[in-house]
């Protein structure tokens, strides 16, 4: 008889989870550090990692906040700016005890009405603070929301495909159903209605009911920034099939085209107005990990709940409570973030200044970086309108094809080994994120620093040349899909 | 038909939770709050919250690490001491891109060898840093490993009662099946192994496979230190039975009397010698949270795993990296628990004057605590030896259990609630922890500050002297369990 933690008897949703973005790829290039190989992982958008800095205003309060015994001290204003003092001394007055104690299961009650203030600056509603829940970091509130919504192998999530696996491996850990749709590559990672009502039809017809559809705008991995009138399209769809709508807007400040900018999924329904705005069940997530801030490690995110009954709110409340409290330096940094500092503020043009320096860094590296898988053979990207990720399509020669099946691989985890031990490059194969059937990708983030993106691309470029080289001999003998 | 966060559609585990020390009175507390009331919360384990301060030293080093730009500050030395500096020098060293990187999903490995220093030093023997994973908070890790072993109704896990409500609230929550085992409040809160064995019967009978044994020691909410020999019994016991031992150790520098120190189940294991120290599939959860540290905001937890197979880790591995990385900064605060400053280095004499300050007040109030308990009328409370808690059992006239059913609520919630409105004394009911049936508890931490504690006190001695007044009326006439 086998033991409580042996392999055998392990949860089977447990084992039945995949996580890509750490999956093989990830251990491999881990290994290969370890033998001092110098490893660019860009298999997780984790821009500090890459030596993005931290901003210097939101640190210091936190700095403060953490120490608050410097608050005293005649010689603070020495190392600290006198806003920073000012900031640390407000958060401090929002909590009982301090960073040390527990918040409150929703998190600070002064945090989150910043955060709905905000959200009534951004979108022009207003939005209700008692809505708002604090996470460490937004995946624990998807996994928080998707626990609430899934009660079996019967409840169905919409989702997109190609997908931030976050969502494929909490579907199944909870013993769910993934529904996919498929984004349209040759449009631009666009979303046709037609397809989600296809996912709906077949899913019923196994059995499945649908409850909810997750959105990732901007795209996690597929960089597209959905137009209002694909949203709207599918606010109308949600409300018609009666499923709550989960917009992960975590990349809501990485926007790189003008001409395509961030339109919150409550705007959009806000604005079409009543019934609509009233029957919609949303609920939006963001983090202090993405944006020009970057602050992964803090662990700070929040979601914003629509039209969900109170009921259901409570249930999620009292389901928060069981780990008693987000951390609380997370939530003084969402604080910071939705609250910077303004002009005319000691600080204010030294934050400008950084946070638009990474800005458009990234803005130039995604360029970079399309510009530069699109010059190479069998290799297509959409341009990356918005989030940290550049997704293109390998079209694998069918000898390549051939060669990764002998070598018991999927073709792109094939293709992004050998990437990895040709030049250290630590991507994740498109595989981990959902394709068609036959067709390639892998995902890279756009985040090695900007003045290493040339030779990055160049190495890329050689190792993809003697790839096609060793394999492609055929140059026109398959096609695209 | 209903929407997909329709409270009749959701996860019915969810709505079968139940999660007491944030349940109606810490809700009812709330809102006597907000109209003006002075509320004492006893009802968590947060002693910031209760005015206690942080150490210094930790502080320091986190916010040092926070603003790594003051590290090339000519000032830093003005407000910061060398070993701080030092120190935080240390830990950024081990991360890579600062507080702002996601750490790899296991936690950063420099402090997870820092913990496996700690225990080598506290057992006697060594430990493997890659069986350490940290996390978010100890609660969190166990939820992770109950996660691991339940995989549905048929999977039970025995769990003392009274327990933390953390372990009832996750059971239900994954779906799997609570068997308890009672605690003896007449024998100090000891475990009586005849208990185990009926338990693990009657699971039997009810097509319950029993998978793993949780213990916590010192006890939440009874206080009580297990003993060697009760420790080898248990050990003994989930071999035979071939049980995972949950060993929930958070409490473990919470100790309040010499004679009864805290040992580890892993000590007491090892101790054992082979076969059976290989035999036992063991995990130790601790945290940053308590202690004299009482660090709860910042959320740093670990679990160490002890003859775990490797595949089984793999997979624990595999679903920490869904939500990528415990918070940073709680990670940090882990290396400084277990390696706090050195005779010698020049914060040593402060934190040792700050630490010791704190656990000789938690002696002294523990005292105060019980022995005010138990000069009052029909109330009676073993001695808090260990923890944070006091769990005095209130024998409650059949006119209040009348009275308490009249109004529609649970005895013990009826108390609570009338002494809450009585006074702002916040507890939490004893049926929210389990107790045997027709006995009454109720749990306050020992955590108000030390020169609040008598009038804390006789606040409730008056209530209870007036509550024991209106409704006991014939003072033997019912019996003590």
């Known amino acids: 008889m086998s033991k409580g933690l042996d392999y055998e ?25 370890k033998e001092g190989k110098k490893i660019i992982f860009t298999n997780v958008g984790n821009p500090h990692a890459l030596g993005q ?12 906040c953490q120490a ?35 918040s409150d299961s929703r998190g600070l009650p002064g945090v989150r009405k910043e955060i709905a203030e905000f959200i009534a600056r951004r979108d022009g509603y207003p939005s209700d ?35 931030y696996p976050l969502y494929s491996a909490t579907i199944s850990l909870l013993g769910g159903s993934l529904v996919p749709y498929y984004l349209e590559e040759t449009a631009n990672w666009g979303l046709d209605i037609t397809n989600l009502r296809d996912a709906i039809r077949q899913a019923t017809f196994k059995g499945i009911k649908v409850r909810a559809m997750v959105i990732i705008n901007p795209g996690n ?18 409300i018609k099939e009666k499923l709550v709508l989960l917009a992960d807007e975590v990349y809501q400040q990485n926007i790189y085209q003008d001409e395509r900018p961030f339109i919150s999924a409550r705007k959009v329904l806000m604005d079409m107005g009543p019934p609509m705005s009233k029957d919609l069940q949303l609920v939006s997530f963001h983090t202090v990990s993405k944006g020009y801030w970057g602050e992964c490690g803090q662990r700070g995110g929040y979601f914003e709940m629509t039209n969900i009954p109170q009921q259901s709110v409570d249930e999620i409340y009292k389901i928060a409570s069981i780990a008693l409290s987000p951390n609380v330096p997370g939530q003084i940094f969402l604080g910071l973030m939705v609250n910077p500092p303004k002009p005319g503020d000691i600080s204010y043009l030294k934050y400008e200044q950084e946070s638009k320096g990474i800005l458009e860094s990234l803005r130039k590296r995604a ?12 290799v297509v990207c959409n341009f990356t309108e918005g989030a940290m990720y550049s997704f293109p399509q390998i079209c694998l020669p069918p000898k390549a094809i051939e060669a990764a099946k002998k070598a018991g691989k999927h073709p792109d985890v094939f293709y992004c080994l050998k990437l990895l ?3 250290g490059i630590s991507t994740v194969p498109g595989s981990g994120f959902g394709q068609k059937e036959g067709v390639f990708h892998m995902r890279t983030t756009i985040l090695p620093a900007e003045e290493e993106m040339p030779a990055i691309m160049e190495s890329f470029k050689m190792f993809n040349d003697a790839f096609m080289e060793q394999y492609d001999d055929q140059r026109a003998g398959y096609s695209r899909m």
Chains 1, 2 share one sequence.
Do not use: W
Not at 221 to 238: D, H
Not at 367 to 378: H, K, L
């Open 9 to 33: 008897t392990l949860n089977e949703n447990v084992k039945k989870c995949q996580y890509a973005v750490r999956g093989e790829l990830y251990l491999r290039a881990s290994e290969l550090q």
């Open 53 to 64: 800095k931290p901003l210097t205003f939101p640190r210091q309060v936190v700095a403060l």
């Open 68 to 102: 608050p015994f410097l608050l005293d001290d005649p010689n603070v204003g020495l190392v600290f700016p006198a806003d920073a003092i000012a900031r640390a001394k407000h958060y401090l007055s929002l909590t009982s005890g301090g960073l040390g104690a527990y």
């Open 129 to 163: 603070p008692e809505l708002i829940f604090l996470t460490d970091g937004a995946s624990k509130g998807v996994m928080q929301i998707l626990n609430a919504v899934i009660g079996g192998q019967s409840d169905g999530i919409l989702v997109p495909v190609p997908q």
């Open 221 to 238: 991995p597929t960089g597209q920034c959905l137009s209002v009138a694909n949203l709207q399209e599918i606010v109308n769809f949600c």
């Open 367 to 378: 360029r970079i970086m399309t510009d530069g898988f699109n010059s190479c053979r069998n």
């Open 421 to 423: 031990e040709a030049t």
